[in-house]
C-alpha cells in the first residue's frame, strides 16, 4: 500500500526529468555530439591509412611538444586565475549591495570588451616602450624585463581576459556559505587563519574546482592571444589546426589534431576526478 | 588586403571555436537564396579596405557596362569552400584567393575551368603558373626589405637583413608568411634567385639561426608596422603596401627594392557556382587594362595586365608593386612549388621555432 504510490511519484518524477532534459539533449546531440563524432571519424578517414595523421603526430617533434606547451600554459593560467581571482571573489560575494555592482561592472566592462582590442592594448601597454617597462625603469630594471612577444605576455593575456571565469563561480559558492559557520569555529577556539582554512576553504572547494575547470578548458582551445602577444615558442596546438584549416586544407589532419586535443582533455579530467573528486562540482554540494 | 585576410580569419576561427563549429554548420543549412539568374553574381572576399577598392574600380563600373550587379560576401576561407562544394550547395561564384588555392582546390575538385574563349589571358605579364586551368591571376603584391632610416649606410639587400654584426638590432618578419621568411634566409645564404626552387628549407633554417634572438615574428600587419614605426626592429620584411602607408604617415623608413619577393593573388570560380557564365564574363573584365589600370589607382596593388601601365600616371606606377622601382629586382614566389611543399616546410620551421 505504502509503497505503490512512492513508486509511481518517482516514476513521475524521473518522466518529467527526462521531458525537461529533452530539449537540451537534442541541441547537443545535434549541435556537438554529432560533429564531433564525425570530427573524429574524418580524422581516420584518409585514404593513406587510417592512422597515418596520427602517426604524423606522434613522429614529428612538433604537435606534442605545441599539445604539452598549450596544457602547461593553460594549467599555469588556471591557477594564476585562482590566486587572483580568489580575494576578489571573497570580495565580491561579502560586498555590501553597492560594493557588488561596483565590482561586477568592472568585471564584466573587461569582459564586454572584444578580444583583438584587449590583445592590442596589452601589446600597447607591455612593449618595451610601454608604461609597465618605463616604470620599471625608474627603479633600474627597464631593460631586464620582457613582458610580451613571451610566454609571460600569453600568460597576462590569458589570465586577465579568462579571469572572470574564476570569479563567478567562486563567488556564487561564497555567497553560499553561512557566515555563522567561521563565528563557530572562533568560538572554538580556532584562530582566524585556521577557521578559514578548516572551515572556509573546504566549503569553497567546488567554487574553485568549477573555475579552475572553466579557465583551464577555455584556454586550451585559444590561438588569438598566444598569436598575439607570444613569441616564436609560443604555439598553442588551435593555432596549428587553423593552420591545417585555412592555408593548407588539409581537414582530415586538422581533425585529427583535435581529436589529440580533446583526448588529452578527457584524460585530464579523468585524472582530476579521480584524485580531486572533479564530479562533485556538478553536484553541487 | 592580407591585412584583412589574416584578421578576418582571426575572428571567423575564433567564433568558430567558440561555438564549435555550430556557425559554419548553421551557414551551410540555410536554404539557398533564390537569385534571378545572369543579374548578379556572389564574390567572396578578403573584405575591408580592399572591398571598398574593388567595388569603385571594378564592381559598380562591370555593373553599369553589363547590367551584372556584384554582391561580396567577406571570409573567403579554404575551409569554408569545401564545406560548400562538398554539401552540393555552392553560394559564392568568384573567390578571391592565394595562388596556392589554384592547385589545392584544382586537386580537391573544387574549381571551374576558366572560359578562355571569354577570358583574354594573352593580356596577362609573363610569369610562370600565374593563369592556370582553373585560375587567373588578381593583382601583385610583395614582401620588401623595410628599413630604419638612421641606418647608415643602409642595408643592401635580403644579407644584410641576417648580418647582426654590420645591424645590430631587432627584425621583423611577416609570421604568417612563412614563405617570404624562408625564401630570404636562402638568398641571404647566398642561392641565385634563379635555383631557389625547390628550396633548401634546412639550408634556410640554419641560415634564421643565425639571428634566432633577433628576430621577431609579426601575427598582423599592424604589429609588423608598429615595429618599424617605433623602432623596436630596426628592419625587416614588410607587404609593400605597408611599408609605404607608413612611410606616408612619417614613420622613419625606407624601402630597399633589391630586397623585393612578389607574388599575386588570384581569382577562381567555384565548382557549381549559381551564376557561371556571368562569372566567367566578370573575370574577362577584370583583366583588361582599363579594369587593372582601375584598381592600381585605387590601391597599392600591381597590375598582372602590363598594358595597364601606359594607363597609370608615372609617380603612381612608382608606388606599385612590380612597377618601374622593382623592375629587375623583384623574384617572382614559385607559387606551384609552395602549393606543394608550404605543409612540410612550416612543420619544419615551426620545430625550429619552438627548438
Redesign the interface.
Known sequence: MMSAPAGSRRATHSTATVLLLLPGLFVLAGMFIVPVAQLIIDSFSDSAGAWIHYRRIAVVPVYLLVLARTLLVSAVTAALCLLLGFPVAYRLAHASPTGKSIILLCIFLSFWTNLLVRAFSWMVLLNPNGIFNQALGLIGLGDSVKLVYNTTGVLIGQTQILLPYMILPLAAVMSRVDPTLMNAARSLGASPTRAFLAVYIPLVKSGAMAGLVLVFTLSLGSFVIPALLGGPRDMFLAQLIEFNINNTLNLSFASALSTVLLAATLILYWIGNRWFQLGQVWGGR | MRQAAR?G???L??RR??L???AL?GALAMPSIVRAANEEIVFATWGGSWEEAMRTAWFDPFTAKTGIKVKTISGN???KI?AMVKAGRTEWDVVETLPD?QW??AE?GLLEPIDFSVVDKSLVMPGEDMVTTYSIPQVLFAEVLTYNTKLDPPPQGWTDLYDIKAFPGNRVFDGDDVQATLESAALADGVAPASLYPLDVDRALKKLETIRDQ???F??N??GE?FMS?G?AIMGMLPDGRAINIRNNGAPVQIQYNATIMTWSTMVIIKGAPNLTAAQKFLAYTLTPEAQAAIAMAYTYGPVVPKALDLIPPERAKILTGGPEMKGKAILRGEKWWSQN??AA??KF??W??G
Open positions: 584578421n580569419r582571426l575572428a576561427n575564433r571555436i567558440l564549435g563549429g555550430a554548420g576561407t579554404y575551409g569545401e588555392f589545392v582546390g580537391k628576430a621577431m615574428f601575427e598582423t599592424a604589429q608598429q617605433d623596436q608550404l605543409a612550416t612543420e615551426n620545430a621555432k619552438l
